[in-house]
């Protein structure tokens, strides 16, 4: 990908983040609540920022060296850093926690609590086809899920999840370029 193409992608990608950042609260009908894309407060947005980075950083140092070798181009980073983790985070603690909180709550309401832990197994089976991923990686996503379902529990939105694995992301991209 050429420079034009690379800032194009990076504007449309901000475009899109902001478009989601606004539409907070607003997005309350045609199936889009089961997201539970609502505005929290500022201690939230704290707490899913230092959750990641935390989450992150010992990712990083616990896989240290990993990957090393050919290098990501800039819109694999990027991609994994922004619109990936929306995505996910929209699917998985939107509306596959809605799903299965609600199924669990109708078949077995002393199972409800569990529906963090449900959603994590999920999210990690979700990444087990990717080549080459290892069983302790697939703990560490796993892990990474009860974390990102613990944010979207406490806050009873998707948005701290999403901070989260967008920060995420970020620290475990950097510390493998920089480390």
């Known amino acids: 990908m050429d420079f034009p193409e690379t800032v194009t992608a990076v504007a449309c990608t901000l475009g899109l983040l902001w478009l989601m950042w606004s539409l907070q609260g ?32 010992v990712a990083a140092y616990a896989f240290h060296g990993y990957g090393r070798g050919a290098s990501p181009s800039f819109t694999e980073v990027w991609l994994a850093i922004t619109i990936g983790p929306l995505f996910e985070e929209l699917v998985f603690r939107g509306y596959l926690f809605w799903a299965v909180g609600t199924l669990l709550q109708r078949l077995a309401p002393s199972l409800s609590p569990l529906t963090t832990i449900w959603v994590a197994a999920l999210f990690s089976l979700a990444h087990a086809p990717k080549p080459g991923i290892t069983d302790t990686q697939l703990a560490a996503i796993f892990g990474t899920g009860l974390l990102y379902g613990l ?11 999403v901070i989260a694995h967008m920060v995420f992301n970020a620290v475990i991209y950097l510390a493998a370029v920089f480390f």
């Open 151 to 161: 944010l979207r529990q406490r806050s009873g939105s998707t948005l701290p999840p």
């Open 26 to 57: 607003k997005l309350t009908t045609h199936g889009l609540e089961f997201l539970n894309w609502h505005p929290v407060s500022r201690s939230s947005i704290l707490i899913a920022f230092f959750a990641g980075m935390t989450a992150g950083l």
